[in-house]
């Protein structure tokens, strides 16, 4: 649980340390590299030291029909992050590879305005210059003064960290996803009104116009037309044009999400807080089996009493008319919700990508843990699902409904959409982008338009990559669409033969190429992907191998595969990169080559590695992981007897729809353990969650108390004992926000009883009870001189022996005695951890270690039922005893602990699901000692 | 200062490390009835009748019926005339009702309610397949609940205790009085059945408080002042008799403090029960074990708890539990004291008792020498804390653990926590084999 930079900032310390130098050097392999320029006071952290920006930040730009590109806003809305770095100039690079040339207006054989319902773009581009690395996420909303219609947008994630970029494609992609969903719905509904208030306008023009010409007619008795009637008469022709027109617009934007609700690839968007129903009250009170349908009709049913306006012939000069802003474009409240959501990416993927990693690792096997992980983690963080599926995650261990479930599931054909095959076909080609290739692609670009009937237009704007050549440095990192095609083009192109030169020019490349679009969301199946990308998540470092490999129907499978971590790693895989070079210089060219719709199966079921070998060091804790469950909770319909969840069956698995699901929990679920990056540079923050983000400081902070309390307080061991053996511990103080301190520090100690919530009440001012006790383990009680305080006191008198009692005023505590070791590993009050977060990590990998200890002695059977028949109880009760002490190493007090703990795991295990089962006290009959300071 | 002997934090021989907390009234909880080997029934007076699965804890019904308390609580089992063992109770309340439920579908079997005044106690005679009510009036009712027979008026006070006796004799307290009835009979026929007075004994002081049955031959009674009476249970002669549980001329060592606060609370028999050689007494605050044999008070705790002892039950192994309107529960060892040791324990280790025996031995020897005779002691093994109020009565399941119920509207159940996590264990593993994930997978 301790994050890599962690780690590698103790190797630092110990340069420095004369006496550690002095030990037997590590074999080369293990020794962590030192950065080369630490003697220099530099930031080993602050990988690009030529980027212009502080941190990662999130740039919104708008292809303005009038200026150009432009950026809008960024987030942090903070000048300093963007710092001398060159918005403008960035905007427009990431506009220029907008694809927006789609067209609206009057297609050939169409009398009306078509709208273009087309699909965002997602794009990763580098511009070594800026050292500005970038997934830009395109997207074009509809505007009825705009040209054609439509507003081209874009939102960018930048930042100076490549691998970054490359590793959380998926999740940034999702994650933009949701917020480009909302933006357009909110765009739709704003457009829709719009139109509304348009024909209302027309259709006020033309009653008046056609008055105006009946009177005309009326009062002209000359029995010829005045130039001036024609002239209206024109006018109302073309009023009656427009109102057709405008008609087939609303239509056309009204029936949009009955088309989309038939595509899977469509999330509707759907606002996550209750608090922000409850708030609005509009649209979004939907069922969520039909999320958009009554939301979008709702939309457009609501019309405010509009005025309306006679519409005067059009001005001529368009460019005085003021755009409308990106707010006035989509629906305020939508606006503010996209403005939320892009804050929580910004969050999320705050900090070093080898932490956003180490956490995505960690929560992932922390959720296969499902028979342990509820005794310390905070489970609500493990599922951020709905509550039946926590339940099954949870709760549903070896039940038979679930096993069925799993069983489909796991039938399903998975193909993995893999991010660090995103990495290791990142390729830096450098290419000299000709003149002449621009122009040989235009007219294939326009040929493509034209012929194009509407119900290719899925795909049309991958095809249509308008991909514009410029002198400037910007690097294609990788397409996902160049690994599908080979296109005879590419011969035109120079490409570099070796992956390796173009990786190494961090800084220093100059080399132009083509600005390349990844169009993940339009592929139409997922047998477009071609295996390369298929292969793994990075973090699912490795899957078993399938033991039995026989029976193909569960789909394409994929050997283990690396995610390649860092730039050492990469020589492994020259071999893989070779044969994925020529295919991605093929990036910008040929999309239309024949083979780009038809699947390939011969790529996808080949094992992307043979040798198998897995370089990532959680490796064997993961490995160590299944060799456990193998005797346990195993799920029948689990191929290789994993388990099903659907953290697996991301890393498994996954029909599309799979990976797809998983991601969103994915991407949520990034900033598991706070500011694990405690040792992050200073210009990466530690990412948090917005739904979260009280849980994350309350870790930090409760961390930060306790490390205070264990340097306070002689008597921490007996005290955090008697919560981890399950002895309700009692805070007693007049002070509330000393004693909710306390409980704050205290608090990252209590196991879990179940599911729900900590036990652990912060705040109580009545006499307690014995119920009390079976709900917290870990009470806040108020010292009150009245006689209910007298009465509170009477009654911790009462139930001593149940409860361990930390007088906050008085500095004295009253608990049993501790002699065990395991605690004092836990809180050590010596201890050169410095900040909250990082012992709060501490504190977890202890625990879990615990954890794994109790969860051996549960489930060992032979420990807790007599091998004979004839066996007496006692030498059952003896093995046990051995086994926690000369197995597991436990010291006197320490097998409470894992006593105590095993009994929660068993009533988890046991409990039946559904019925939450009645709260058991269970406690000893032993003395209790006073400590003083 | 309380001169309660307490036992230290240290208990090892208290077997009930665990606990559950069993809500479901609201209002005091007086009466525990077991109906087979692992449910019973709690009532009190809020008049909900809750069962309880007494290996789980989890409440099987909530039977609802009675508009006013409850009074009294009688389970009814089916004899073997019935093919399927059928599990009933009754039920009487303050609302002159009785009802019988069906422990098993938790309905209301049938409901009486032409009472004059409040039923206080039943009683089933399994071997006449009858039941008994006592209120002011003795009622005999057969399983249909068709009145057979009722007695004369009694009294206006009621019917508080009731015992059956051999003979088809039933023994019934009515305040200081005793009254023997014959009940007379066939045992098909709803005619015929009379019931009777045959003897009236007035031997108590004051009212009744305590009647139970120690074996065919004798039955015991307990008065409000403190007053013991062993009878014959054939002839309802008197036996023996001890009233002197207060006196302090037999037993020196009562601290005179507790000698002038002496009311008749302090010396009344709560309640009384018995194993074949010895009554268990609880009196007042003090718990006194009468042999039957000796005819004597062999061992004693004068203030076993800080108020009075409410229900003592005796456990087969030598134990005793007491429970007590302080909220406590206890328990008890009776052992036999060595009778040389002349300072058999420290006087500082348990003070009270220390300070009390050593007199005691000294007078007691001095009066007359039973050289030969065991002396006891009743040694406190271990207490149970967890009710606020006066805990009412328990039920002892045997190795399920004991249920205990209080004024505080709560039914705690003690379990061992030992055997609690095997049988857990082995419900662990009974659940990975029955998910077969008990075999390797490879």
């Known amino acids: 649980m301790i994050s890599a930079p962690d780690v590698v900032a103790f190797t630092r310390e110990e340069e420095l340390e004369d006496d550690l130098y002095r030990e037997p050097p590590l074999p080369e392999e293990y020794s962590v590299p030192l950065f080369p320029f630490a003697g220099h006071g530099a930031n080993p952290w602050a990988k690009v030291a030529g980027s212009k920006f502080t941190r990662d930040f999130i740039l919104i730009s708008e292809f303005s029909e009038q200026v150009g590109p432009q950026p809008l806003l960024t987030i942090p809305d903070d000048a300093k992050v963007s710092g001398t770095f060159d918005l403008n100039y960035f905007s427009l690079r990431i506009m220029s590879v907008d694809y927006q040339a789609s067209f609206v207006g009057h297609p050939p054989g169409s009398a009306y305005p078509k709208l273009n319902f087309v699909e965002d773009s997602k794009v990763v581009l580098g511009d070594s210059k800026e050292g500005a690395f970038a997934y830009v996420h395109h997207l074009t909303l509809y505007d009825l003064e705009a040209r054609g219609f439509v507003r081209p947008f874009c939102m960018a994630y930048i930042s100076a960290d490549e691998h970054k970029i490359m590793q959380q494609f998926q999740e940034l992609s999702a994650e933009f996803s949701k917020a480009s969903e909302c933006l357009k719905t909110g765009n739709r509904k704003a457009f829709a009104s719009e139109l509304e208030k348009k024909l209302r306008d027309l259709d006020y023009t033309r009653t008046v116009l056609h008055n105006e010409t009946e009177a005309q007619k009326k009062a002209n ?30 239509r056309q ?57 006679l519409i005067k012939a059009k001005s001529a000069k368009c460019f005085d008319k003021k755009l409308k802003t990106l707010e006035e474009l989509c629906d305020v409240y939508f606006f503010t919700q996209t403005l939320d959501q892009l804050h929580h990416i910004e969050r999320t993927f705050r900090g070093d990508v080898c932490y956003l990693l180490t956490e995505q690792i960690s929560r992932a096997l922390l959720k296969q843990q499902s028979v342990t992980n509820f005794l310390f983690e905070d489970v609500s963080f493990l599922d951020e699902k709905p509550p039946e599926k926590q339940y099954r995650g949870c709760q549903g261990l070896g039940q038979d409904a679930m096993d069925g479930k799993c069983l489909e599931e796991s039938l399903t054909p998975k193909v993995v959409i893999s991010l660090g095959s995103y990495k290791s076909s990142v390729e830096c080609v450098p290419i000299k982008m000709e003149q002449e290739m621009e122009d040989s692609e235009e007219p294939k670009m326009s040929e493509s338009v034209t012929s194009e009937p509407q119900e290719n237009l899925d795909y049309l704007d991958a095809d249509i990559k308008g991909s514009i050549s410029s002198g400037e440095s910007i690097e294609v990192l990788g397409t996902e669409k160049s690994g599908l095609t080979k296109s005879e083009s590419q011969a035109s192109l120079p490409v570099m033969p070796s992956p390796q030169a173009g990786r190494s020019k961090v800084g220093s490349r100059r080399t132009v190429s083509e600005d ?58 020259v071999s893989k990169q070779e044969s994925l070079v020529q295919v991605d210089a093929a990036c910008c060219i040929g999309k239309e080559s024949p083979n780009f719709l038809e699947p390939l199966p011969e790529l996808g079921q080949k094992p992307c590695e043979e040798d198998g070998v897995v370089r990532i060091p959680p490796q064997p804790y993961r490995a160590a992981e299944q060799g456990l469950r193998g005797g346990f909770p195993a799920h029948d319909g689990a191929p290789g007897g994993l388990l099903p969840y659907e953290l697996d069956s991301r890393y498994l698995s996954g029909s599309r729809e799979v990976s797809k699901s998983s991601l969103d929990e994915c991407s949520d679920s990034t900033s598991h353990i706070s500011s694990a990056a405690s040792t992050c540079s200073d210009r990466t923050p530690s990412p948090a969650r917005p739904a979260c983000q009280a849980g994350e400081r309350h870790r930090k902070r409760a961390g930060q108390n306790a490390l205070r309390f264990i340097r306070q307080y002689p008597f921490a061991h007996p005290a955090i004992y008697s919560l981890l053996s399950g002895r309700t511990l009692v805070v007693l103080g007049e002070d509330e926000a000393m004693v909710k301190k306390l409980v704050t520090a205290l608090s990252i100690f209590v196991p879990n009883c179940g599911v729900y919530a900590k036990p652990v009440k912060h705040w109580v001012t009545s006499p307690l009870h014995l119920v009390d006790f079976q709900k917290w383990k870990l009470i806040g009680l108020q010292r009150t001189v009245s006689p209910a305080g007298m009465n509170a006191l009477h009654a911790l008198s009462r139930y001593s022996r149940y409860l361990s009692i930390l007088d906050a005023d008085s500095k004295t505590l009253r608990c049993p005695l501790y002699k065990g070791t395991v605690v004092a590993r836990l809180a050590d009050h010596r201890t050169q951890i410095k900040r909250g977060s990082t012992y709060y990590m501490h504190v977890q990998s202890i625990l879990t270690q615990l954890c794994s200890k109790a969860f051996l ?50 009533l988890h295990y046991i409990q039946e699901p559904g019925q939450g089962g009645s709260p058991l006290l269970r406690f000893d009959y032993v003395p209790s000692f006073l400590y003083k300071i | ?185 066939s045992n098909n026929e709803s005619e015929g059945w009379n019931v009777f007075e045959v003897k009236r004994l007035v ?37 023996a008799s001890e009233c002197n549980f207060w006196d302090s001329s037999v037993h020196p060592d009562v601290q005179p403090e507790i000698k002038l606060s002496q009311s008749p609370n302090e010396t009344s028999v709560q309640h009384l029960t018995s194993d074949e050689e010895c009554v268990f007494a609880a009196v007042g605050k003090g718990i006194y074990v009468y042999n039957l044999q000796m005819k004597r008070v062999i061992a004693c705790q004068r203030t076993a708890h800080d108020s009075s002892v409410l229900h003592i039950e005796k456990l087969p192994n030598r134990q005793l539990i007491s429970c007590s309107e302080d909220g406590s529960v206890r328990i008890w060892e009776l052992r036999e004291k060595q009778q040389l040791a002349a300072e058999p324990v420290g006087a500082g280790f348990f003070n009270m008792w220390g300070f009390g025996r ?46 205990t119920c209080s004024a505080d509207h709560l039914i705690i159940l003690w379990k061992d926590g030992e055997r609690e996590s095997s049988l857990r264990s082995l419900t662990l593993f009974q659940k990975l084999a029955q998910n077969g994930d008990l075999q390797l997978k490879l």
């Open chain 2, 1 to 185: 200062k309380s001169s309660v002997q307490t036992v230290g934090e240290e208990q090892i021989q208290n077997p009930y490390t665990e606990l559950l907390v069993l809500k479901g009234h609201q209002d005091i909880v007086r009466f525990l009835v077991q109906i087979d080997d692992y449910r019973f029934a709690s009532a009190g007076d809020d008049g909900i009748i809750c069962l309880w699965n007494a290996q789980t804890g989890e409440k099987l019904f909530e039977l609802h019926g009675h508009t006013h308390k409850i009074t009294a609580i009688a389970p009814f089992s089916s004899s073997d005339a019935f093919e399927e063992k059928n599990h009933l109770i009754i039920t009487a309340s303050a609302d002159r009702t009785v009802i019988v439920w069906d422990c098993t579908s938790g309905r209301q079997v049938q409901k009486v309610s032409c009472f004059h005044s409040t039923v206080k106690c039943l009683t089933v005679l399994q071997r006449l397949d009858v039941w008994l009510s006592g209120g002011s009036d003795l009622c005999v009712w057969n399983r249909k609940l068709d009145l057979l027979c009722k007695s004369s008026h009694l009294t206006d006070a009621g019917i508080s205790a009731l015992v059956e006796l051999p003979k088809n004799c039933v023994a019934v307290a009515v305040g200081r009085e005793l009254i023997i009835f014959r009940l007379s009979g």
């Open chain 1, 253 to 309: 934007i009204r029936s949009y999400p009955y088309r989309k609700l038939k595509e899977s690839e469509f999330h509707p968007y759907e606002p996550e807080r209750a608090l922000d129903r409850a708030d609005t009250g509009c649209d979004q009170d939907s069922a969520p089996s039909d999320p958009a349908e009554p939301g979008e009709t709702y939309l457009y049913t609501h019309i405010p009493s509009y005025t309306p306006k």
């Open chain 1, 516 to 573: 390349s679009i990844e169009v993940l969301s339009t592929c139409p199946s997922e047998s477009l992907i071609p295996e390369d990308f298929k292969a793994s998540y990075p973090s699912a470092i490795n899957e078993e191998p399938y033991a039995d490999n026989d029976d193909d129907e569960r789909g394409l499978r994929f050997a283990p595969r690396p995610s390649p971590g860092g730039a050492d790693e990469r020589d492994d895989d």
């Open chain 2, 358 to 403: 050593a007199n005691k031995q000294a007078n007691q020897t001095a009066k007359k020498m039973q050289e030969s005779t065991p002396m006891y002691f009743l040694e406190l093994v271990g207490d149970l804390i967890g009710h606020s109020s006066a805990v009412q009565m328990f039920l002892y399941f045997g190795e399920l653990g004991l249920a």
């Open chain 1, 857 to 906: 002695f549960t489930f060992c059977h032979h420990l807790h039922l007599p091998i004979s028949e004839r066996e007496p109880e006692e030498s059952v009760v003896n093995r046990r005893m051995n086994f926690l002490k000369l197995q597991l190493g436990l010291a006197n007090e320490d097998v409470k602990i894992v006593q105590y703990l095993a009994e929660l795991l068993k």
């Open chain 2, 203 to 239: 031997d108590h002081q004051d009212n009744i408080l305590s009647l139970v049955s120690i074996n065919d031959l004798t039955f015991v009674t307990g008065s409000h002042v403190g007053e013991l009476i062993v009878w014959d249970a054939l002839d309802w002669t008197k036996q």
């Open chain 1, 221 to 250: 008795d000359k029995g010829y037309y005045t130039t001036q009637a024609i002239e209206k008469a024109n006018e109302l022709a073309s009023v009656e044009k427009s109102i057709i027109e405008h008609q087939d617009l609303l």
